[in-house]
């Protein structure tokens, strides 16, 4: 009789463990769900929004990172819901000048943004600001990150270059945020209004942490943003300047455009003066590169006062919707 107890009691414990099982089955999940792959591809785009930077990160794990957001006026929130843009989970204000950071506080106030990092560099500016202000008065977290951070986001690696523990000298450009990433084999770096002084303390701490299959050039294609010493460190396959055409400044240089023509066989010119909005896609082995206009490739080596004069002539551009090529 204890015998046949026994197995009755054991059955009613499977059947109460089987029961517990398919309840705890079936009970809707209460965690955060994990954003899941949204293409399995990171896309950049280099927005063309006048004289001033602007890049928009679209993750393969869903996430948003915005690297600056051109001068007050510029068309950014439009361009960036056109895009899809409905959450910002990392927002990066490379330096406080106004075509860096101009628009930055209609986006904290058109889409949720999670994160801002920022140079910190002190400099008494209305615009700069406000945008600190706006960063205080919706409690987004804030940081200003130096030389050595990292963040994951899913496969895409972000790691500061600049700048280190302290400023160089008092020109706000040498003190621009430069980040690189990373994701898969291809390497994109970001580096604002970066000077040659920036760039000097950047290869004495560590020459390799440059190397970048894309660069965005330094300083909308300035002469003391890009050298050749600066092409020789990061070795880029794609190069992008983000400029408006015939602005005050006359960019991009006409060292830098010789610069790159000379190697033309090794690097891709990209220049949102002459064709909008340029994207890259990558997927993890190969970038491809789009623009809105396409342009031949001779006018991408002309200068900012020689664009201007074309296109008063009306001899630059024409709509597209892919222009460009592979990167190797």
């Not at 990160?57 to 007050?72: C, F, K, N, R, W």
């Not at 970066?194 to 020459?207: H, I, L, P, Q, T």
């Not at 994207?279 to 001779?298: F, H, L, S, W, Y």
């Amino acid at each position: 009789m204890r015998k046949r107890s026994g197995s009755i009691s054991l059955l009613v414990l499977l059947v109460l463990a089987a029961a517990a099982y398919y309840f705890l089955r079936s009970r809707p999940e209460t965690h955060e769900p994990v954003p899941g792959p949204v293409s399995g591809k990171l896309v950049i785009h280099f927005l063309d929004i006048g004289q001033g930077d602007c890049e928009l990160l679209q993750l393969p794990g869903g996430e948003t990172i915005l690297i600056d957001s051109g001068d007050s006026g510029a068309p950014t929130v439009d361009k960036l819901k056109s895009y899809g843009v409905k959450e910002i989970d990392l927002a990066i204000t490379t330096h406080p000048h106004q075509d860096h950071i101009g628009e930055m506080r209609d986006v904290m106030r058109a889409f949720n943004v999670k994160e801002v990092w920022d140079s910190g560099f002190p400099l008494s500016r209305k615009t700069y600001e406000n945008m600190l202000q706006e960063i205080k008065d919706r409690k987004i977290k804030f940081s200003t990150p130096r030389r050595s951070l990292t963040r994951k986001f899913g496969d895409v690696l972000v790691e500061v270059l600049a700048p280190g523990n302290e400023f160089i000298g008092d020109n706000p450009n040498n003190a621009s945020v430069v980040v690189r990433v990373t994701f898969g084999r291809k390497r994109f770096l970001f580096t604002g209004d970066s000077e040659v002084e920036s760039w000097a303390d950047m290869m004495s701490a560590g020459g390799e942490m440059l190397r970048a299959d894309l660069l965005k050039g330094a300083h909308h294609g300035s002469s003391n943003g890009t050298t050749a010493s600066v092409l020789d460190a990061v070795r880029p396959s794609v190069f992008t300047i983000s400029c408006k055409i015939g602005n005050d400044y006359h960019h991009p240089h006409p060292k830098v455009v010789s610069l790159l023509e000379q190697r033309r066989q090794e690097i891709q010119v990209f220049r949102t003066d002459l064709q909008g909005d340029i994207t890259a896609v990558c997927d993890g082995n190969r970038i491809d590169m789009r623009a809105e206009k396409q342009v031949p490739q001779d006018q991408l080596y002309l200068t900012g006062d020689e664009a201007a004069g074309k296109v008063a002539g009306g001899g630059v551009g024409s709509p597209s919707r892919r222009a460009g090529g592979r990167s190797r």
